[in-house]
């Protein structure tokens, strides 16, 4: 993992430079992102998050042993190289689990720690900062770090009974942000203190040392901390350099270290550029991507009503509102019940809740019949004005054709780009 090293390098020593992380499993997100690396000629970076990818199959149906090829398959077809694509795994610990015992949990954790390094994951983020079902009051620094540890020495015997070696490279922290963003309205969003950062390196690195796992903590590259970015169903709190510098500046006490920000989503492309900047060299992006996806495939289904007759028509976001109805498990907990503003929630608000839904075949099946019909239909101009501005422009450019995947990927495109400028502003 020599490139993400020589990122974090590069970055403390004040280079613009960085990486972003894609967070997702949905096949033509990937494929946007890996076009995106080609058009820029660098590494992408993919993460699947356990909630995503487990042993269990997760909500995607995969197993970490599927991820990989899945992904490669994808490069394939865009002629991408398959030595250019980091494989991280995200938020790897007890997450899926809390609702059980530590113990049980942290042994479904070891499994799925185990699962992720045989399966050629590279990056792995030991997050072990959330409660389990018995544990009283929050977590100290020192139960998160020696739990991290534990997961590490699971990583790194894994990694040497499997390929001979340990080349993983690690992220730690104690003051991790939810998966996919707050659950709640945000009213008051706190950067990591630096008393609190040191406290948490010299926990993790105690924690380490005593399990004989020096050398895997000279790997470990990155440290999540709260910078000030979050997002929750309907705003975003905006990165302001300013309330972090005292963390930038931090950082030079630390070896080897660069912070690592989740839940960057949505943020102006000036915001990017700063995070680098102050030594957030990775940066995490997820559900801006599938919120994109989900904004040029609603504007497709528009489009659609426009050209196709009803008894033809997909009747995509009705049929995605119906499944999400019928299987209210990944949003009932985050989003009101009451309508219209459950209606909206589900629909349009950036935690993006309706990716867990992707997968349902009911809505896989609509997908394909929209891109069919408007494969058989050629859509005017004036209604790609009206319905998708941005790709309307590039099409009237000549930079691209109005086929429907060439839209939706073009349109997430759009998303990954302004990250791609922010961490790529030299050759790599």
């Known amino acids: 993992m020599q490139k993400i090293l020589d990122i974090a390098s590069d970055n403390r020593r004040g280079l613009a430079r960085g990486i972003y992380a894609i967070c997702t499993a949905h096949p033509l997100v990937l494929k946007a992102a890996l076009l995106q690396g080609l058009k820029d000629n660098t590494p992408v970076l993919i ?38 694509i980091i494989f991280g795994g995200d938020h790897l610990g007890p997450v899926c689990w809390v609702s059980e015992s530590a113990e049980q949990a942290m042994a479904k954790a070891k499994d799925l720690i185990r699962a992720y390094v045989a399966a050629g994951f590279k990056k792995i983020h030991l997050d072990t900062s959330m409660r389990c079902a018995d544990d009283t009051g929050p977590l100290t620094d020192a139960t998160v770090a020696e739990r991290a540890a534990a997961l590490c020495a699971v990583a790194e015997k894994t990694a040497l009974a499997v390929f001979g070696c340990a080349e993983l490279v690690y992220v730690v922290g104690t003051e991790v942000p939810p998966p996919g963003g707050a659950a709640e309205a945000i009213d008051d969003l706190q950067v990591t203190g630096c008393e609190d950062v040191l406290a948490t390196v010299e926990a993790h690195r105690k924690a380490f040392f005593q399990r004989d796992l020096s050398q895997a903590w000279e790997r470990v590259v990155g440290l999540v901390v709260q910078p000030g970015v979050e997002f929750d169903h309907t705003s975003v709190h905006d990165y302001r350099p300013d309330d972090a510098k005292d963390l930038a500046a931090l950082l030079s006490k630390i070896p080897n270290l660069v912070f690592e920000a989740h839940s960057t989503d949505y943020q102006p ?160």
Request: glycine fraction near 4%; proline fraction near 6%; aromatic fraction near 12%.
């Open 47 to 84: 993460e699947a998050t356990a909630n995503q990818v487990n042993q269990f199959g997760g909500y995607t149906g995969m197993q970490p042993a599927d991820f990989i090829p899945f992904v490669n398959a994808i490069a394939e077809t865009v002629g991408f190289d398959r030595q250019q």
């Open 269 to 428: 492309a000036i915001a990017y550029t700063h995070l680098i900047a102050d030594h957030f060299a990775i940066l995490k992006v997820g559900p801006q991507l599938t919120y994109a996806l989900r904004e040029a495939l609603f504007s497709l289904s528009h489009i659609e009503d426009e050209l196709i007759t009803k008894e033809k028509c997909s009747g995509l976001r009705q049929v995605c509102e119906d499944i999400m109805l019928a299987s209210p498990e990944h949003w009932a907990n985050y989003y009101p019940k009451q309508e219209p503003q459950g209606r909206l929630y589900r629909r349009y608000s950036y935690s993006d809740r309706i990716r867990y839904y992707w997968v349902k075949p009911e809505i896989e099946q609509a997908v394909t019949c929209l891109m069919n019909n408007l494969t058989e239909s050629s859509i005017p101009e004036p209604l790609l004005a009206q319905y998708l501005p941005q790709e309307y422009q590039a099409v009237r450019s000549k930079v691209l054709k109005p086929t429907a995947q060439a839209l939706v990927l073009f349109h997430i495109m759009q998303v990954i780009d302004v990250y791609a400028k922010a961490c790529w502003k030299q050759e790599v």
